[in-house]
């Protein structure tokens, strides 16, 4: 943001448009505290110049290879504004409903190392079809909003990332001009009271004598402003003054003080009629921040995903199709089959039709069957 900010107060004669794309460039995208990915530029770059938009967030999640030949799925960032224990009981709820196959547990590792959520995969299935229907159906992927709604002369409005930049801008050179001109009254008023201590010193025995007859203090006010051209605030200030202040040490560093604060006020007056002056001071405090403040940014930006398909969410396996003359279909997983041993029931292939005898597809022992042929033929 403050380069983007430095860029604006260094190129005042660009074109609008080349000033957002340069606003743009400098601003890569919205950072989030909680990082995250966003996925795609498309919904920032239409939110900077609308002022409306969207951006897709995911968790940052990787697979990782436990014992046994085991696969954990380690999420250590989730999208901004979602709640970690209600993500959490979210994914157990998918996996007790079976809504998600093939997790085995789920908790919660986090400490003040990080956030670390943990969800154990069964043995043999597939992590990343896993992952990819955590993202469809959990929080870990979210769409957020974004919309620049500001109030700008006590009105709503909705800016783009320029108009936004330029009002900030705006606002910190109102800043500087307000404190300088506070600055400026206040060392104008500490020179006006010096004035009439160097009055009052140039005209020591005069001033001690009229302070010494007069009955009351307010009559050595309107003495002194009479005699010495004091206003009253001076004439006040004067009377106030310590006995000690007299020494000529003491004298000296008035008059200094005096040099000094004319000086400071020649320079504030110079700022306010100057606004290169007042723009180099708030680029100097906007580099003061960044110095001070500036972090590496949290959220990644990625190319953008396309939707996951059902294709995504369901692990490949090798099947058997099984179609008969009538028309009927069935799909069923190799893995349910298997050799079948001596005296073996084996598995139900497919029902036949109601009232019609039932058949199971067996695999025979090699030496069962020749014993069998061999039989039949006897």
Known sequence: MVEALLFLIESPDLTPDER????MERIPGPDFPTAGLICGRAGIRQAYRTGRGGVVMRARAEIETRRGDKESIVISEIPYQVNKARLIERIAELARDKKIEGVADVRDESDRQGMRIVVDVRKGENSQVILNNL??????????????LAIVDQRPRVLNLLE??????????????????YELRKAEARAHILEGYVIALDHLDAVITLIREAKTPSEARTGLIARFGMTEIQADE????????????????????????????ADLRDILANPKRLDGIVADELKKIRDEHGD????????AVEDLSDEDLIAEEDVVISITHTGYIKRTSISTYRSQKRGGRGRMGMRTKAGSRSTRSRRWAPRAAARRSSTSCT
Not at 165 to 181: G, I, M, W
Not at 245 to 260: A, P, S
Not at 296 to 303: F, G, K, L, N, S
């Open 296 to 303: 590496p940014r949290r959220t990644e930006i990625q190319d």
């Open 20 to 23: 957002l794309e340069g606003v």
């Open 238 to 265: 004067v009377l106030k003054l310590q006995l000690q202040r007299l020494t000529g040490l003491e004298r000296q560093k008035i008059v200094d003080e005096l040099k000094e604060i004319r000086i400071l006020i």
């Open 135 to 148: 993202y469809k159906h959990t929080p870990m992927q979210e769409t957020f909003g974004i919309i620049m």
């Open 164 to 181: 936004a930049s330029q009002l900030f801008l705006d606002f910190r050179r109102e800043v500087v001009r307000r404190r300088t001109a």
